[in-house]
């Protein structure tokens, strides 16, 4: 997501050895994602025990999308995805979209991973290898460059037995380029073949409240990415006036939204949750998410047995 803050954050543990073994993957065998994001390059301060009582307290064991700060290295990061990893799914993303133009070639990006995996690989159930890479506006590097990267990331974290994820950001009907025609025109076919999870970004705040026709997106997005699993990589309220009300009325529909086609498994993945929800008493918030993602792990409780 596009941030205009300064990043600061607690560094969690210290350096240590690369566990060498192959994680298992039993998040493909879930049939739903109930994600939430904890981000790494905002102005707050948490304690990790905090984080961990408000997951472990949800009705569902969530999908933790871990968003970390290009200048913290990742071997800072061992004991906060170890602590997390005991009460919920982790889907660590090492580069933020903002972040990419950090990494100025695809060697540079690809060493992020390298890194990050040798330290996070046992805590880690899902790789976001690109997060918004259509969005060239702000990672100021050419399409083709940013796709390059991506590809390498993915190559290398499936050739460790390692689960891919890639969002997109959904643009408003005010922006030129359609997302459907970038995927076509600058991404390979053995790349969309080869991903498992493909996720779109939206924030309506961002469009004057544009809210497009959803049903017929993830059919295109279905048809594009037809071996993976598709959903809402990020959502939230980018208005930094919202009210809870508001954000609530947010959380209802995304969080509510059933299968607008076959390979939704849902994700939204509320990108303000840490600032939301911690401390996570009396939080409405919270309280919100937890009651939607019950309410649709009820509905689709004859194949949620694992998730509970």
Not at 117 to 137: C, F, Q, R
Not at 214 to 235: D, N, Q, R, S, Y
Request: proline share 6%.
């Amino acid at each position: 997501m596009k941030k205009i803050y300064t990043f600061f954050f607690i560094v969690f543990g210290i350096v240590s050895l690369f566990v060498g073994c192959t994680p298992q993957q039993p998040i493909l065998s879930q049939p739903w994602i109930y994600g939430i994001t904890i981000d790494d390059s905002w102005e707050v301060s948490a304690d990790p025990k905090a984080l961990t009582d408000a997951i472990q307290a949800m009705p569902v064991k969530p999908t933790v999308r871990i968003v970390m700060a290009q200048d913290v290295e990742p071997s800072a990061y061992k004991e906060l995805f170890q602590e997390i990893h005991e009460v919920a799914y982790i889907m660590a993303c090492p580069v933020d979209s903002y972040e990419m133009k950090a990494y100025k070639n695809e060697e540079e990006y690809l060493e992020r991973f390298r890194q990050t995996y040798t330290h996070l690989a046992p805590y880690t159930d899902i790789w976001e290898i690109g997060n918004e890479i259509n969005g060239v506006e702000w990672i100021g590097q050419s399409d083709e460059r940013i796709v390059q990267k991506v590809e390498q990331a993915n190559a290398y974290i499936r050739k460790n037995g390692g689960v891919t994820a890639l969002t997109f950001y959904y643009p408003g009907p005010e922006e030129d380029v359609d997302l459907f025609t970038w995927i076509q025109r600058y991404m390979p076919q053995r790349l969309m073949n080869n991903i498992d999870y493909a996720f779109l970004s939206y924030y309506e705040d961002d469009h004057e409240g544009y809210m497009p026709a959803w049903e017929p997106v993830f059919m295109k997005l279905e048809a594009l990415f037809p071996k993976a699993k598709i959903g809402f990589g990020e959502c939230g309220n980018s208005d930094n006036q919202a009210d809870d009300r508001t954000k609530i009325k947010k959380i209802d529909y995304y969080y509510g939204m059933e299968m607008p086609s076959d390979s939704y498994v849902g994700g939204c993945f509320w990108w303000y949750w840490l600032q939301d929800c911690i401390p996570h008493q009396d939080s409405r918030i919270y309280e919100q998410i937890n009651q939607r993602m019950e309410d649709i792990h009820r509905s689709r409780a004859p194949e949620n047995g694992q998730n509970s």
